[in-house]
């Protein structure tokens, strides 16, 4: 059966600790990187943020205790309700203020590009429409607004639009 630590991240996205109950000297309130206080749990359903895996260990016959598979990646929404995390809805946040901030853009196209969000933080059957957004809007803003668009999305894109974008 398959069990999961807690895990403890800033409110920012910085791990602190993939396994809160396991090892709880590594646990602290608030980010080293960046200061911000750290959470263990969805502000909205109170469940805990899935850390270190765990399946269980059998020598052939007999239970002898957990494994430990490890952790994957900071998840972006919560597995049991499915809402952001403060971390992604601030990527959300940032990216929709630079947006705004681009020249070159029409009004329709920036609305565009903020509806798309959403597709360019989590793989949805509608993040390749919006990696395509993005990629003509990197071209049309110019050479710095370009790179900057670029670099945003470097860090806030899934590996999946981060691909289809070529970055």
Known sequence: MTQYDKALICV???LINSGADADPDKNSAFCPQCGAATITACSNCN????????DDQFDGVEFVG?????????PGHCHACGKSYPWTQSKAEALGEMIEELDGLSDDEREKL???IPDILADTPKSETAA??????????GQAGGKMLM???TNVATEAVKKAMGL
């Not at 469940?47 to 765990?54: A, F, K, L, T």
């Not at 957990?66 to 900071?74: A, C, E, I, T, Y």
């Open 12 to 14: 920012n996205g910085h």
């Open 151 to 153: 670099d945003v999305l």
């Open 132 to 141: 395509l957004r993005f990629k003509k809007a990197i071209t049309k803003v």
């Open 47 to 54: 469940q805990p943020i899935r850390g270190d895996q765990y």
């Open 66 to 74: 957990p494994h430990k598979l490890g952790f994957r990646s900071v």
């Open 114 to 116: 903020k509806v798309s």
